[in-house]
Nanobody, 126 residues
């Protein structure tokens, strides 16, 4: 059974930083892409960042690329999202996702993804 477990969420003040972590277990194959998404109350889930299997390529939503940094060890199925200068509008549930290895390896940061975590809550107060 594949499980993705996110951690590191919490309640912070505007301007603070948070470091979200995600660990995937139960995968029988390696991963091609690991990504982060978020969903704010009343809004659709949106892409934040992704990293490829070698760590050589990353992608970010335009609105977050100056504040958020994704890193990880895809071979170990772990990924981290460092979030700086947090704003109240960053309040959301943050989800980790993984795309398992494909025959032809292509970096597709926005999906599709095969497995998702349950999410970790981030609340930023003003």
């Amino acid at each position: 059974q594949v499980q993705l477990v996110e951690s590191g969420g919490g309640l912070v003040q505007a301007g603070d930083s948070l470091r979200l972590s995600c660990a995937a277990s139960g995968l029988t194959v390696s991963s091609d892409v690991m990504g982060w998404f978020r969903q704010a109350p009343g809004k659709e889930r949106e892409f934040i960042a992704a990293i490829n299997w070698s760590g050589s390529s990353t992608a970010y939503a335009d609105s977050e690329k100056d504040r958020f940094t994704i890193s990880g060890d895809i071979a170990m199925n772990t990924v981290v999202l460092q979030m700086n200068s947090l704003k109240p509008e960053d309040t959301a549930v943050y989800y980790c996702a993984v795309r398992v290895r494909q025959t032809i390896r292509v970096f597709t940061p926005k999906g599709p993804y095969d497995y998702w975590g349950q999410g970790t809550h981030v609340t930023v107060s003003s």
